[in-house]
């Protein structure tokens, strides 16, 4: 007679824990197509506010061998470095390889989270200045959310101010809701001191739908309708200015360009200069 295994035992076999697992503790749906969710963070994980890791999911069983693959994608961490959980911000793409599959998790789920942080958009990787820009479109505002949070930010400038284009305006919503969080957020306020958020300046446009601010961020600068509607004198200038880019390819290369006018130049971890670029992924 064949032995019977006890029921836990076959349970166990047929669901393996992922590899690097990490536990879905929130999701939030923002948009039909965008949505941010948290994850336990382990506890060996140290990372610099504006990095990112490798997150994703098992991948669909190869149809000859029945085998799966872990599917994964650069994603930055949007939470602080000091923050007890990770938090992402994602796109959803219905027929995309991972974001088709990663957009239906829920609180308990658990995701893969290779415990590799990297990246370029890092206060290390900038010379000292006085402002600071944070250029963004769409997802890519992810890695600024966290930065925004990070002490050092207010520690080494005078003033932050943070760009966001999206073509309509439901898709401003977690950068405005992230932001109005952090201005009256007490135990900030206690970690960075009194007022830090005063040297916050917001900068949301949109390019499809009507908002208060219309017009690529691209075109905003060119013209001069930033440094009018912000009270800059001079636009900006390398022996004060600073900036971090994440967005699409072509928005990166047309901010460089930009950035490259006013006479900034592009640095590294192992280089600082005057601004830097995500180049792992775009958003």
Same mark, same amino acid.
């Given at each position: ?85 990770? /938090?992402?911000?994602?796109? $959803?793409?219905?027929?995309? +390889?991972? @974001? ?5 998790? &829920?609180? #308990? ?84 001191? /009194?007022?830090?958020?005063? $040297?916050?300046?917001?900068? +949301?446009? @949109? ?5 208060? &601010?219309? #017009? ?68």
């Amino acid at each position: 007679m064949t032995e019977m295994k006890p029921v836990s035992e076959a349970t166990a076999v047929k669901a393996p824990v992922l590899p690097d697992a990490q536990t879905v503790t929130d999701v939030k749906h923002w948009t039909d197509s965008l949505f941010s969710f948290k994850v336990s963070r382990p506890a060996s994980l140290r990372f610099r506010s504006g990095e990112f890791v490798m997150i994703g999911l098992m991948g669909d069983p190869d149809p000859k061998t029945g085998r799966q693959k872990p599917l994964l994608r650069a994603y930055s961490i949007a939470s602080p470095s000091w923050d007890e959980e990770l /938090e992402f911000y994602s796109i $959803k793409v219905q027929d995309g +390889p991972l @974001t088709s599959k990663l957009q239906h998790i &829920k609180p #308990g789920d658990q995701i893969i989270l290779r415990p590799k942080p990297v990246g370029t958009l890092v206060h290390d990787a900038l010379l000292p200045g006085k402002r600071l820009w944070f250029f963004a479109t769409g997802t890519g505002f992810a890695p600024f959310a966290s930065l925004l949070r990070e002490p050092q930010t207010y520690e080494d400038y005078d003033e932050v101010i943070i760009t966001h284009t999206c073509r309509e305006v439901a898709e401003l919503e977690y950068g405005r809701q992230l932001i109005e969080d952090i201005r009256k957020d007490e135990m900030l306020a206690e970690l960075m001191g /009194e007022g830090f958020a005063d $040297k916050i300046r917001y900068y +949301p446009t @949109t390019t499809r739908e009507e908002s208060p &601010k219309m #017009g690529r961020i691209t075109n905003l600068l060119q013209d001069g309708t930033v440094f009018a509607d912000l009270g800059i004198e001079g636009g900006i200038k390398p022996e004060t200015d600073r900036a971090m880019v994440c967005g699409s390819l072509a928005f990166n290369l047309d901010i460089k360009a930009i950035l490259e006018e006013f006479g900034l130049r592009e640095g590294a971890n192992s280089e600082p200069k005057e601004f830097v670029i995500e180049k792992a992924f775009v958003g």
